[in-house]
Nanobody, 124 residues
Framework: QVQLVESGGGLVQAGGSLRLSCAAS????????MVWFRQAPGKERDFVAG????????YYAESVKGRFTISRDNAKNTVFLQMNSLKPEDTDVYSC?????????????????WGQGTQVTVSS
C-alpha cells in the first residue's frame, strides 16, 4: 500500500516556473513507476509525464516536452515535476500516481495509487 501526497502547486504568471513534489509513504516506492496527470473541471485526466522505477526512462506528453521535467529520488520516496515556461493552458489540477511496475503507462486506469491533487493556476 502506498499513500501519495502532492505539494508545490499555486498561482504563477505565464512564463514562470513551479516545482511539484509527490511524497510517498511505504517501503516499496522504488518498485513503482510514477506519473503525473492533470485534469480540468469536467474533463478526463490527461497524462503529463512518467518515470520508470529506476529513473532511467522518462516520458512526456507532447504539450509539455521541453518545458517540464520529471525526476525521482528513491531514497526520499519522492517524485518531482519541474514546470518551466508555464502557459495559461497548463492550468489544471495535477495529480501523481503510481503502480507496481517497471514500466510507465499513460492511461489513468493503469494506476492503483493516487494523490489528492494540487492546483496549478497560470495567469496571462
Amino acid at each position: 500500500q502506498v499513500q501519495l501526497v502532492e505539494s508545490g502547486g499555486g498561482l504563477v504568471q505565464a512564463g514562470g516556473s513551479l516545482r511539484l513534489s509527490c511524497a510517498a509513504s511505504g517501503r516499496t516506492f522504488s518498485y513503482y513507476a510514477m506519473v503525473w496527470f492533470r485534469q480540468a473541471p469536467g474533463k478526463e485526466r490527461d497524462f503529463v509525464a512518467g518515470i520508470n522505477r529506476s529513473g532511467s526512462s522518462v516520458y512526456y506528453a507532447e504539450s509539455v516536452k521541453g518545458r517540464f521535467t520529471i525526476s525521482r529520488d528513491n531514497a526520499k520516496n519522492t517524485v518531482f515535476l519541474q514546470m518551466n515556461s508555464l502557459k495559461p493552458e497548463d492550468t489544471d489540477v495535477y495529480s501523481c500516481a503510481g503502480r507496481d511496475s517497471y514500466y510507465v503507462g499513460t492511461y489513468e486506469t493503469e494506476y492503483d495509487y493516487w494523490g489528492q491533487g494540487t492546483q496549478v493556476t497560470v495567469s496571462s
